[in-house]
């Protein structure tokens, strides 16, 4: 699981809530997309940021850190400088 897997699923129990809980004040129907998130099998919806902050009271810098860790990762093969060919 990775760090922002981890940290959002860490975050909701923290805050004694179920994922149910978090899911319908974020404008989910089912609780299923907290699941996937804390699966790290989707990809959390960074404009849902400010309200899981205020459901969750988690640091916003600590989820912040997450996020980028997460996403750095993933995009960091596209500015992989190219190597020239040699002649």
């Known amino acids: 699981m990775d760090e922002l897997a981890t940290f959002l699923r860490t975050a909701r129990e923290n805050?004694?809530?179920?994922?149910?809980?978090?899911?319908?004040?974020?404008?989910?129907?089912?609780?299923?997309?907290?699941?996937?998130?804390?699966?790290?099998?989707?990809?959390?919806?960074?404009?849902?940021?400010?309200?899981?902050?205020k459901l969750t009271k988690c640091s916003p810098s600590a989820l912040r850190k997450a996020v980028v860790a997460r996403y750095e990762a993933r995009i960091e093969k596209y500015f992989v400088p190219v190597k020239k060919k040699s002649k």
């Not at 994922?19 to 804390?38: I, R």
């Open 15 to 53: 805050a004694e809530l179920t994922q149910w809980d978090l899911a319908k004040p974020l404008g989910y129907s089912t609780p299923q997309f907290v699941s996937n998130w804390e699966r790290g099998v989707a990809p959390f919806p960074v404009e849902k940021s400010k309200d899981f902050i």
